[in-house]
């Protein structure tokens, strides 16, 4: 995982999301996947959560693939501080994607990031403005990194001509 967040709470009810870059075809064009987990458990002793109980299960964890319009999008809603919607459908699975603005009163801003799979299936976070800024970062890298490879792959398929 390149950008990592997590946000446990005492009442169990936390979350936790991280970005990758992955591949997204046999050709191994570089894609972005966003997978979130829910909290399992809250050691009251140590003030520390736990999620590695729930990352395999299919109920309390989900992934997604981002298509680079999408990833445009999500750079637009932090440079902007705008909101950003996305509707994946694959099967029977229904995936709401949403980043928007979080208007604290009394503290700063944050975005909040959320997605829902078949409309009950729920994980959200909190994301502070210095976590967005990595996030900024790391979905410009992510679509340079897909530039690259498309550039890489138009060169051979011109010198093969």
Not at 26 to 34: L, N, R, S, T
Not at 40 to 59: A, H, I, L, M, R
């Amino acid at each position: 995982m390149i950008v990592q967040l997590y946000k446990p709470n005492p009442r169990n009810t936390g979350c936790a999301f991280s970005c990758d870059i992955g591949s997204a075809n046999q050709k191994g064009e570089p894609c972005v996947y966003v997978r979130a987990v829910r909290q399992f458990s809250w050691d009251d002793k140590k003030k520390t959560g736990s999620f590695s109980q729930n990352s395999k299960n299919p109920e309390a964890s989900i992934s997604i693939k981002l298509n680079e319009v999408e990833i445009g999008g999500l750079i637009h809603a932090i440079e902007k501080c705008a909101e950003f919607k996305a509707y994946h459908s694959y099967d029977s699975n229904k995936t709401q994607i949403s980043f928007k603005l979080w208007e604290r009163q009394g503290r700063d801003n944050a975005f909040s990031f959320g997605i829902i799979r078949n409309s009950t299936n729920k994980f959200g976070i909190g994301v502070e403005m210095s976590e967005a800024y990595c996030l900024l970062e790391f979905f410009k890298f992510a679509l340079q990194e897909l530039y690259a490879y498309r550039m890489t792959r138009n060169e051979e398929i011109k010198s093969r001509q």
